[in-house]
């Protein structure tokens, strides 16, 4: 048997290049070190110095058709240095570039332009055949699997290589605009796996045979936090390959909540949150494993004041009196942005007065104020010697990209709802007596 050899491709989902990222820019940031087209740079770099022999599109490359003249700039001298260095660059046009995509791939003589006018396609690499389909208009309420071509695209893949599927679609999206398909239909075919466009949360596709979405390439607003970046696509045979997401954006985007219980807002509040929001973030910073991996320009931060205080107009003056050139930490040379702040504070609790007290109430007041001062040591047994005899390792978790909370962490908030919940029984078993009371 001929051993299968084949050099990886670099699968790319939306880029919406035009996109700016005005928050940070707001902040002082240069948006050209932050925006999609660096994104897009730093893609090319990555796939000149590592043998890629192709980057793959999957739609929505361009944010609007309008920006097609700042879209063919970027796409033009990217596109002409992978071809010069033997890579093939291919992509399917999404709902956001349905006019655009196909206009640029026109002047581009070297892009592939994959299913274009709406009818399937395949095109054969080194080891493996792309078929794929693209918009021909900005909306498409019919499946795309029920287009003209799938089937001779199918029947002609060869048997030796690895046969991907490439498509920009609303999965399981019923009655959608945007091409719906239905994940079990896209199951059905016969292809080692579906690389999709146009959501921008990315799917895991590195679990078994993927079928899922690529993600955005870069975050493009605080909603959209957590891991985005290319996939590495590795073929290892014919019916089989690797997949690895790759931190190559230039922004990261994350959401960190700040417990504001034992902060002294009294005496110069404003002055204890700022130094709050520092040691967050650099806790995070040590902490993130996406972002340790990176090689971020800018982290751009949504953060939300909870816990207990008694000084609730003192956030609500820091969060309206700050300047955005206020709220940057640079961490590590790289700069942390807070774009983003919301209040979910609950009013004080004498947790000492409730602790004093012989009751159920009384017994979680202890245990949470235990474990404020002493940590882990306050657990209780159970919990500890559960927590000791816990094995990860039957279950397929990637320990660096999804710790495990921390269980300090989890049951100090299990406790606190436990006090919340009796409160509220409190409260309304003395609501109770006083309307019986009254009723008398």
Known sequence: MELFVSRPLLFVGDIHLGRSPHRLAAAGLDPRRLDPAEAWRRVLRYALDHDVQAVVLAGDVVDQDKDRFEAFGHLHAGVARLVAAGIAVVGVAGNHDSIALPRLASRIAAFQLLGAGG???????????????????????????????????????????????VLHTDLDGGNSPYAPTGRLALDAQPLAGWFLGHIHQ??????????????????????????????????????????????????????????????DLAAAGHDVLHDALMARVSAEAETDAWLIAGDFAAVGCTITFTGRTDQPSVLARFITEREATELVFPVADIPWVVVSMQV??????????????????????????????????????????????????????DMQRAPLPDPVLTTRVAAMALLEQLLRQRAAQTDVSVDLSGGR
């Open 202 to 263: 990315p799917d895991d596709l590195a679990v078994g045979r993927p079928i899922g979405y690529l993600g955005s390439l870069v975050g493009l607003d605080r909603g959209e936090t957590g891991p985005r970046g290319p996939w590495l696509i590795t073929p290892t045979s014919a019916t089989q390959l690797t997949a690895e997401q790759l931190p190559l954006g230039p922004v990261h985007w994350t959401s960190m909540m700040v417990d504001v219980s034992r902060l």
């Open 119 to 165: 009818r399937w396609q395949r095109v054969e690499l080194d080891g493996v055949d792309l078929i794929g389909w693209s918009f021909p208009a900005r909306h498409h309420q019919r499946d795309p699997l029920h287009e003209p071509g799938l089937a001779e695209a199918l029947a002609s893949r060869r048997d030796a290589a690895l046969c991907l599927g």
């Open 344 to 397: 979910a504070t609950q009013p004080a609790l004498d947790l000492d007065a409730l602790a004093a007290e012989p009751t159920p109430l009384g017994q979680v007041a202890r245990l949470v104020l235990a474990l404020n001062t002493d940590g882990a040591a306050a657990m209780p047994q159970l919990v500890q010697a559960e927590l000791a005899s816990f094995d990860p390792s039957p279950w397929s978790t």
